[in-house]
């Protein structure tokens, strides 16, 4: 029984190494905060360890932590959007990835002003690359809704990136 | 594309973040802290567990065992209740704790219990009843209590005005229960059964500035009645009951010192009141009377509630096509006619309400004369009357009320 419950550590020790970063990156992606980003990351991971003796035997392990964390996020997203307006407010004075180059962190820029489910839409479909029914599962919205908001959120960047707006921040950054 | 732009900037960020150092220290002491947080609710669980145990259960108990049959005088459907509760007659003036093992139901008069046990229950042949009303002089256990007797031993100095005295069926006794409150009982055997009533005098406080019923207040009593099978272990029980209610019964509303009493329910007929009527018998003797009377008479059925005669009371006269003979006063009614109080057992106590109206000078001889009872139960039919002697033509013929008596 001890060596089972040490191999299940071990294993978990293994998933968490593979996971831990790709869950913060995600989070952050959601938050733009990103030490809301590793408290919803650690939360993902902590829930996971619960039920690791039932999860380990999954094909994607990781599948779940990040459902985890996509419900945790749509969670306090219901729960605090005081307070969420009030991180919004600070994200804009966080520091920028220089490494993202102008059009990046225009584009970026342009993702964290998006409403937060295009946003989670977008994130989960082109960075977590989830087909949309799986987007539609995480988020627990109808599959149209999520054809919708993809569209309008692409729609959105497109326009916002053309905006004299995006071109000043492109001029301050170059 | 913008997508691919998009997937490219994302993974960008997503990768940018801080050093993931310590990543797994700060994940274990997530995970204690997320333990102690869960050990915490579950220890809160524990102590709302133990106060619901140690507080709130026993006030819920405690509760339940306030919980209160409360009888209002008015119809409803059979309904019974566990004890331990508390029945509230405020009409009949007393309260009383049912205890566990029994259920009780309110009625008209009081209340109703049987026991919850059917080997129990089927040693009484009815429901045992709890009620008020009001005593012959001849059972008052106040001035006779402790003396067993019959008859004869009664002091005709004890006996009120209006109160009947007739001879008890069964055997009587009398005695105290521990405390002092004095009781009458008597016991009538047919067959296996015992038909068993127990009295206590119970007061009648009358109301500041309300007059009181007509009736003799000191002979209210509180009473018991039941009929068991006498020769099983039953009859033991249900006397025990008996004496148990009695003893710790309390006068509350109009048989307490200050209380307001209980808005008194409408009178029906049939139910809380018997309702007559009558008219002079005139036919026998056509054109002879000056006046024609007609009368309302009403009382309380026994051991009922007081209960108010609302009316409207009143007598039509009318021609022979049924339209309204040219008389003054006809048609009119009297509402809120009476208060009656709780009647005693037998049928002509005093307290009865007695409406008599007088029709005179009468002297339109175009026809018939019928007349029709306003306020009576049932259809309105129509009934023929001798009409009253012509006194003075060049007078109206009037239709009044005589008098109400209460």
């Keep these: 029984m001890d060596a089972e419950v040490t191999g299940a550590e071990l294993q978990f020790r293994e998933f968490f190494a593979a996971e831990y970063g790709r869950l913060r990156g995600l989070g952050y992606l959601l938050t733009s905060d990103w030490g809301q980003a590793e408290e919803l990351a650690q939360d993902a991971l902590v829930r996971t360890y619960r039920a690791w003796p039932r999860v380990r035997g999954h094909e994607r392990p990781g599948a779940y932590a990040r459902k985890v964390l996509v419900n945790r996020h749509r969670s306090l997203l219901r729960r605090a959007k005081v307070e969420a307006r009030h991180l919004a407010g600070r994200r804009a004075e966080e520091a920028v990835q220089p490494e993202l180059g102008t059009d990046g962190l225009v584009l970026w820029s342009a993702v964290r002003g998006l409403p937060a489910r295009q946003r989670a839409v977008l994130v989960l479909r082109y960075h977590e690359d989830l087909p949309e029914a799986e987007v539609a599962r995480l988020l627990g919205l109808p599959l149209g809704t999520v054809k919708s908001l993809a569209h309008r959120g692409l729609a959105r960047l497109r326009a916002e990136l053309g905006s004299p707006a995006m071109e000043e921040i492109r001029g301050n950054l170059e | 594309m913008i997508e691919d732009r998009l997937k490219e900037t994302l993974d960008r960020v997503a990768g940018g973040g801080p050093d993931e150092a310590g990543g797994f220290d700060r994940f274990l002491r997530h995970r204690r802290a997320s333990r102690s947080r869960r050990l915490a609710g579950a220890t809160a669980l524990v102590l709302v567990a133990a106060l619901v145990s140690a507080v709130v259960l026993p006030r819920l108990l405690a509760d339940t065992a306030q919980r209160r049959l409360v009888v209002t005088g008015a119809a409803g459907p059979e309904r019974w209740l566990d004890g331990p509760l508390v029945a509230v007659a405020p009409l009949q003036g007393f309260e009383?704790?049912?205890?566990?093992?029994?259920?009780?139901?309110?009625?008209?008069?009081?209340?109703?219990?049987?026991?919850?046990?059917?080997?129990?229950?089927?040693?009484?042949?009815?429901?045992?009843?709890?009620?008020?009303?009001?005593?012959e002089q001849f059972y008052n256990p106040a001035p006779n209590a402790g003396k067993d007797g019959t008859y004869d031993d009664l002091d005709d100095r004890e006996v009120l005005p209006g109160a009947l005295t007739r001879?008890?069926?069964?055997?009587?006794?009398?005695?105290?229960?521990?405390?002092?409150?004095?009781?009458?009982?008597t016991d009538l055997r047919a067959g296996p059964w015992r038909t068993t009533q127990w009295h206590i005098s119970w007061p009648y406080r009358c109301e500041p500035g309300v007059p009181c019923?007509?009736?003799?207040?000191?002979?209210?009593?509180?009473?018991?009645?039941?009929?068991?099978?006498?020769?099983?272990?039953?009859?033991?029980?249900?006397d025990g009951l008996a004496g148990r209610l009695l003893r710790t019964a309390r006068p509350i509303a109009n048989a307490a010192k200050g209380q307001a009493h209980a808005p008194r329910p409408d009178c029906a007929d049939g139910r809380s009141m018997v309702l007559k009527r009558a008219s002079d018998d005139?036919?026998?003797?056509?054109?002879?009377?000056?006046?024609?009377?007609?009368?309302?008479?009403?009382?309380?059925?026994?051991?009922?509630?007081?209960?108010t005669v609302r009316g409207p009371l009143g007598v039509e006269l009318l021609d022979g096509s049924g339209r309204r003979l040219d008389v003054q006063g006809n048609g009119r009614t009297v509402t809120q006619v009476a208060e009656l109080p709780e009647a005693m057992t037998a049928p002509t106590e005093p307290g009865r309400m007695e409406l008599r109206l007088r029709w005179f000078n009468w002297c339109d001889f175009g026809g018939p004369t019928w007349m029709r009872w306003i306020g009576a139960p049932g259809p309105g039919t129509a009934f023929p009357v001798t009409a009253p002697r012509c006194v003075?033509?060049?007078?109206?013929s009037r239709l009044m009320v005589d008098h109400i008596l209460r």
């Design chain 2, 282 to 307: 005139m036919l026998d003797y056509p054109g002879l009377s000056t006046v024609a009377h007609f009368w309302w008479w009403a009382r309380t059925t026994a051991n009922l509630v007081p209960c």
């Design chain 2, 392 to 396: 003075d033509r060049s007078k109206p």
């Design chain 2, 213 to 238: 019923p007509a009736v003799p207040l000191a002979l209210r009593t509180l009473k018991v009645v039941y009929q068991v099978d006498a020769d099983t272990d039953a009859a033991a029980e249900v």
């Design chain 2, 96 to 135: 009383v704790k049912v205890p566990a093992g029994w259920e009780a139901s309110a009625t008209w008069k009081g209340i109703e219990l049987r026991p919850t046990s059917p080997g129990l229950r089927r040693h009484l042949a009815a429901p045992v009843q709890l009620v008020t009303g009001l005593l």
């Design chain 2, 167 to 185: 001879r008890p069926e069964g055997h009587q006794s009398r005695g105290s229960f521990p405390g002092g409150t004095r009781w009458f009982r």
